[in-house]
Nanobody
Framework: QVQLVESGGGLVQAGGSLRLSCAAS????????MGWFRQAPGKEREFVAA????????YYADFVKGRFTISRDNAKNTVYLQMNSLRPEDTAVYYC??????????????????WGQGTQVTVSS
């Protein structure tokens, strides 16, 4: 059974940076892609970024392009989200997830099978 554990969230001032990590554990971990989503209070969970495991193709939501960078370390079964130039509207719980099946572009919630517990990111103005 694969488990995902996020870390790296916290409180930061606007303009600051945070780096989120998501480590996958389990006897055998194989995936097509891993992604990051976020959910602010009262809002739907939304796609942030994704990366394919074999060739590191990346996908980003428009609102994070140029500010966030997703990367992965296959040897550690870990995906990262470097977040720069943070804004108060980036405040949310950030979740990582794994897309095992690889049906289409990994940018929708329904692509993903296993989710982490989430890590809180709070950006103060």
């Amino acid at each position: 059974q694969v488990q995902l554990v996020e870390s790296g969230g916290g409180l930061v001032q606007a303009g600051g940076s945070l780096r989120l990590s998501c480590a996958a554990s389990g006897r055998t971990f194989r995936t097509y892609a891993m992604g990051w989503f976020r959910q602010a209070p009262g809002k739907e969970r939304e796609f942030v970024a994704a990366i394919t495991w074999s060739n590191s193709r990346t996908y980003y939501a428009d609102f994070v392009k140029g500010r966030f960078t997703i990367s992965r370390d296959n040897a550690k079964n870990t995906v990262y989200l470097q977040m720069n130039s943070l804004r108060p509207e980036d405040t949310a719980v950030y979740y990582c997830a794994t897309d095992i099946r690889g049906w289409g572009q990994p940018v929708g919630r329904t692509n993903y099978d296993i989710w982490g517990q989430g890590t809180q990111v709070t950006v103060s103005s």
